[in-house]
């Protein structure tokens, strides 16, 4: 009974988001959907900015800590409506608590299993985080190699200190939620000029650059692999007695 109930957060937040995938509520954030109701919704926000705030950093902290696929759209919604800067904000803030409600079910299903068999996930991880803990786990949120939610989980397997898993997930959102709310920005302005959302909106600055710098960070793990592989195979062969 004692195990189950340490596995009930977890579980809870499981249940949450297939709720939440089931009800297609995502889909209301889509660029498409919000296109049509951008300038009522603009003007709600302004007349209750704290209110429309923290429904913002709700919705963004419910579908991080669920672990649910299709976050990146409440990015974009953040962009659309609250612009760069304040949707930036408000989106990590949403980022960090969510990933930390994730964390603590996590470690309280998990328990101690640091260093015992892990899950492949875990394994993978382990090495780099044991050697470098705070360097790789900002690396880890800083680039979108791994899945955020899965990588939330193994940081929590990993028994990874609050305060380091605190600061790297906060530090990396800000940079990642940064590119993205950019990218919703400039697609609602290019939606307002053009009054529509097709294909040619990828020719448009406003968002071709977001979607070039995220680009960029997804190449970072594939130049420190080889990076890496260099540097191992330019090691002299140890010496044979």
Same mark, same amino acid.
């Given at each position: 009974?004692? *195990?189950?109930?340490?596995?009930?957060?977890?579980? &809870?937040?499981?249940?949450?988001?297939?709720?939440?995938?089931?009800?297609?509520?995502?889909? *209301?954030?889509?660029?498409?959907?919000?296109?049509?109701?951008?300038?009522?919704?603009?003007?709600?926000?302004?007349?209750? !900015?704290?209110?429309?705030?923290?429904?913002?950093?709700?919705?963004?902290?419910?579908?991080?800590? %669920?672990?649910?696929?299709?976050?990146?759209?409440?990015?974009?919604?953040?962009?659309?409506?609250?612009? &760069?800067?304040?949707?930036?904000?408000?989106?990590?803030?949403?980022?960090?608590?969510?990933?930390?409600?994730?964390?603590?079910?996590?470690?309280?299903?998990?328990?101690?299993?640091?260093?015992?068999?892990?899950?492949? +996930?875990?394994?993978? =991880?382990?090495?780099?985080?044991?050697?470098? !803990? +705070?360097?790789? %786990?900002?690396? =880890? *949120?800083?680039?979108?190699?791994?899945?955020?939610?899965?990588?939330?989980?193994?940081?929590?397997?990993?028994?990874?200190?609050?305060?380091?898993?605190?600061?790297? %997930? $906060?530090?990396?959102?800000?940079?990642?939620?940064?590119?993205?709310?950019?990218?919703?920005?400039?697609?609602?302005? %290019?939606?307002?000029?053009?009054?529509?959302?097709?294909?040619?909106?990828?020719?448009?600055?406003?968002? +071709?650059?977001?979607?070039?710098?995220?680009?960029?960070?997804?190449?970072?793990?594939?130049?420190?692999?080889?990076?890496?592989? *260099?540097?191992?195979?330019?090691?002299? !062969? $140890?010496?044979?007695?």
């Amino acid at each position: 009974m004692r *195990r189950l109930r340490s596995f009930l957060p977890l579980l &809870v937040l499981i249940a949450a988001g297939i709720a939440l995938l089931m009800s297609g509520v995502l889909d *209301r954030f889509s660029p498409q959907n919000l296109a049509g109701e951008q300038a009522n919704l603009q003007a709600q926000i302004a007349a209750h !900015p704290v209110l429309a705030s923290l429904v913002h950093i709700g919705a963004m902290a419910l579908a991080i800590s %669920t672990g649910i696929p299709g976050a990146v759209v409440i990015i974009f919604a953040g962009g659309m409506l609250f612009g &760069v800067v304040w949707g930036s904000v408000l989106s990590t803030i949403g980022l960090t608590l969510g990933a930390l409600g994730l964390f603590f079910a996590s470690r309280a299903a998990f328990g101690d299993h640091s260093h015992g068999a892990a899950p492949g +996930l875990v394994e993978r =991880l382990r090495g780099g985080y044991q050697a470098h !803990p +705070l360097s790789y %786990t900002f690396f =880890l *949120r800083l680039v979108p190699f791994f899945p955020f939610g899965g990588v939330t989980v193994a940081l929590a397997w990993l028994r990874c200190p609050t305060w380091m898993f605190t600061l790297t %997930t $906060a530090g990396g959102g800000a940079v990642m939620t940064s590119f993205e709310t950019a990218l919703g920005a400039g697609l609602a302005h %290019t939606i307002a000029e053009q009054g529509k959302v097709d294909m040619n909106l990828l020719a448009e600055p406003r968002v +071709l650059a977001p979607m070039l710098a995220l680009a960029a960070l997804a190449l970072v793990p594939i130049l420190v692999q080889r990076w890496r592989a *260099r540097g191992v195979a330019a090691k002299p !062969p $140890a010496d044979t007695p």
